[in-house]
């Protein structure tokens, strides 16, 4: 089983930088598209940005202009660069990967917690 890890997380002033990353534990097949959400306790996940096999990109529009999602394939690794960082930002960030053709599946990472202070 492919496993995913985000790291990066971390305490950050507002209006500070911070970069996750999510390397999976080898390369995936037929990846339709990756993503990174959020979730803070008590509130339903919340999708913070996509991008597709293709190269299309989805922000929620609460970061749309902040945050930056990438993909380096070659290191099995996907980015989210966040800056202007703000305390509502603060949550657990988990990646998540769509794959497969005939029969899709989902992977999720354990989380890595993002702290914004006022």
């Known amino acids: 089983q492919v496993q995913l890890v985000e790291s990066g997380g971390g305490l950050v002033q507002a209006g500070g930088s911070l970069r996750l990353s999510c390397t999976a534990s080898?390369?995936?097949?037929?990846?339709?598209?990756m993503g990174w959400y959020r979730q803070v306790p008590g509130k339903q996940r919340e999708l913070v940005a996509t991008?597709?096999?293709?190269?299309?990109?989805n922000y929620a529009d609460s970061v749309k202009g902040r945050f930056t999602i990438s993909r380096d394939n070659a290191k099995n690794t996907m980015y989210l660069q966040m800056n202007s960082l703000k305390p509502e930002d603060t949550a657990t960030y988990l990646c998540?990967?769509?794959?497969?053709?005939?029969?899709?599946?989902?992977?999720w990472g354990k989380g890595t917690l993002v702290t914004v202070s006022s």
């Open positions: 991008i597709t096999s293709a190269g299309r990109i």
């Open positions: 080898r390369s995936i097949d037929s990846i339709n598209s």
């Open positions: 998540n990967v769509l794959a497969g053709t005939i029969r899709t599946y989902y992977l």
